[in-house]
DNA sequence: AATGACATGTAAAGAGTTACATGATTCA
DNA sequence: TGAATCATGTAACTCTTTACATGTCATT
């Protein structure tokens, strides 16, 4: 949660914007970096303006529904540069959920299990295909380095996902009968 | 939560055990694997007993609180099975919470900037020899996987932060007035 | 006598998502 | 004319955590 209004207050760092606005970048720029919702963005833009980090003015084009446009306050500010700060320090490497299945990959015999992950590793392989595409078209450096940042995980998981599969191939020719 | 019982099952695949014992062994040995509290896993044990995935048995001893005493019936087994090998094929990289900030890495003087980060890459360090520490104690092939795993993205973690903090040095002995 | 390990559980709150509802405008 | 985009919002739900409540047993 902190780090969704850290990244509200900083999009409104830059520019006032509105929810639409916002989730619409998030969906086309950002899914990678962040996995907010729409209805999260709208929720945390309301509750900030109520906290008085943020003000909102109503911008009313032709007929249509009215852009609520949300300003970062001065206090918005203060706000933005501690969680900026915390999150800078901070050092928390994220749960890798799929290490739960590795933990119990010997329920399984060695050709399924490795059938399994080499399906993760194409889609791993997937996902760093179209980070490669993306970060040619971002000029913003945070977005590049986060994009990179990402890529180099990414790798890393394939380089060690192949690893692994091979081990399992190795432990299996050895003693292709003798899993329970 | 599909990690959560497909967790949950794992362990009772092995041997049957009681919330206590789970949740024990997860806060010595698992705190890197999962991130699952004491009241999820009863809550979760309890729910799976409903739906007949597991069975429950009360042991007393002397007259302490009983324990429940959970085991994986066959319903239970299959689903374990379907669970590890959807967990298996699927690449689901986490999103990193710290590149939050690295997006507005320029909203703060370099030298600042630089400094937090130093305390993220201490905090790192520190983590990873805690686990260096910790892949000794586990014979475990499983447990010993994922905490290698872990180890990698770690040393990767800290040897990108410290390029990171180095190219921010950099730009900022050339431009050391010019960032706003 | 007190602390910590053993053992269970629940109530309330928090965070976030899904799915829906509404309606105008633009473009094919 | 129908679909996609623009623009907002909310109600219900799920998942999970925090904090509390309860009591025994072993150790210091």
Redesign the pocket.
């Known amino acids: 949660?902190d780090e969704?209004s850290l990244f509200l207050l900083g999009i409104l760092m830059v520019q006032s914007a509105?929810?639409?606005?916002i989730n619409?970048f998030i969906e086309k720029n950002l899914i990678q970096v962040t996995?907010?919702?729409?209805?999260?963005a709208?929720?945390l833009l309301?509750r900030m303006s109520r906290s008085g980090l943020v003000t909102v003015h109503s911008e009313q084009?032709?007929?249509?529904?009215?852009?609520?446009v949300y300003s970062i306050t001065s206090a918005g500010q203060e706000q933005f540069y501690s969680l900026l700060r915390q999150n800078l320090m901070r050092a928390d490497l994220p749960i890798y959920r799929g290490d739960i299945g590795l933990l119990f990959l010997d329920h399984l015999p060695g050709q399924e299990a490795s059938a399994n992950l080499q399906l993760r590793l194409a889609h791993l392989r997937n996902q760093l295909d179209v980070l490669r595409n993306a970060v040619q078209h971002h000029r913003s450096p945070g977005i590049a380095l986060s994009i990179e940042h990402r890529m180099l995980h990414l790798q890393l998981e394939v380089d060690w996902l192949t690893r692994v599969i091979e081990q399992l191939r190795d432990t299996d020719a050895q003693t292709p009968d003798e899993r329970s």
């Open positions: 949660m969704r509105h929810g639409y606005q619409d996995d907010m919702k729409k209805a999260t709208y929720a309301e084009e032709g007929n249509r529904p009215p852009r609520k």
